[in-house]
Structures are given as C-alpha cells and as structure tokens.
C-alpha cells in the first residue's frame, strides 16, 4: 500500500509525495520546489529515498539536485531525455519496474508532450503520475512530439483500471473544464463536474487526483474518436 499526496510547487504545479506504508520509504514525482519539498519531509520524518521524473521541464526537475544531496535520494528519469535531466542513478522506459520499499511501479512511456515522456503506474491503490501527458480535463501541449504520438500515449492512460488515481503535474482543471465545456456544451454530466472543482477550487483544495473513469467520461481530448480529431482539438485549446 502508498499513500499519496500533493504538494503545490511554484504557481500551479504539483509535485507528488508517496510514502510506502510496510517499509516507510517515501519519494517523491517532479519536484520543482526543493525548499517546499524538503521542508514536507522534514516535518514528516526526514526520509526521501527516491525521486522520480517524468520528462525534463525545469518545473518538473529543478529541486532535483538539491533534494538528492539533502535527503541520498535515488533519481530516476526517463532513458530518451536522459541528456536534459538532472544526474539520474537509473533511467528507465516501457515496462521497466521502480521500486519505493515493497511497492512496485510500472513505467510506461507516453511521448507527446515531450521526447523521452514516462509516466509511473503503481497499483496498491491504482495511481498513475503522468507529469504533462493527461491533466485533468485536458492534456498537454504538443511540444516536441506528433499529435498521433500524443494521442496514442493517452489511449493507452485511458486503458488503465477506471478507479486510477490521475496525479498530474498541473492545477489546470478549472480552465480546462472551460475550454470541455465550450467543445460539449450539453454534457451534464461535465457540467456538474465542474461545478464540483469549482468548488474545491474556491475553498482552496487541489482538484487532483482525479479518476481514469471520470477522465474517460468527460475528458474532450480522451473522447476524441481519433488522432485527426484530436489534433483538431488541441489546437483550439491552443487559442482558447
Ligand atoms: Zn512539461
């Protein structure tokens, strides 16, 4: 078992912490934010035991050296972006396993958003930590890879079980429900949901982790029926 929490970095950034309940190792996804990182752990127990990034954007990666020096944190990072990363101690792709004490992730490699793009896929409970690929409501911009690559990078996402935890690197999903609502504007179901993150928004509570399941269901750039049409779609939310 983990137990996951978000940790605001910078202005809207999300930094993840996992902590594994049987052994006590605790890492941490995409920490942008050293000081705000280091300071969670030492009023929690003082132990960082890994660091896992999923692409190389300085506001996923730029507490990374500090934290390691700090904490002898284990950095782990994606083998194709492996020249633009912090110093790693392992990097990985497709199918290769990270291990934090006795839980056991998978990777999975999602280009799109980024060259050299993994997401981290644990399953005790099912959480995905999928950096820029799939925020909620919406998806990342197309910077370096095609709109097929992206597109097929978040059909294999929308695969995974519908209760996945979806910890994403941003806090976009009030623009984007936006953005989901203008592209469906009849879907009641949307509509209330984004009621719902308004909602969490205003009191000052994150929107994220969402759910696969909710993800699959009102997520205009999951529901796009192809790659063509997906295209389309993210590039008006470009100009939105
Ligand atoms: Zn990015």
Sequence with gaps: MITIQSLLNLKDNYAWLLRDQASGAVGVVDPADACAVAKHINANGGRLDLILLTHHHRDHTAGTDELRERFGARVVGPRAAVARLPVLDEAVGEGDAVRLGDAVGRVLDVPGHAIGHVAYYFDMPPALFCGDTLFSLGCGRLFEGTAEELYGSLRRLA???????????????????????????????????????????????????SRMGDEVALNPFLRAPDAAAFAELRTRKDNF
């Design 159 to 209: 695969g995974l079980p519908a209760e996945t935890l979806v910890c994403c690197g941003h806090e976009y999903t009030e623009s984007n429900a936006r953005f989901a609502r203008m592209v469906e504007p009849d879907n009641a179901a949307l509509a209330a949901y984004a009621e719902k993150v308004k909602a969490l928004r205003a009191a000052g509570k994150p929107s994220v982790p």
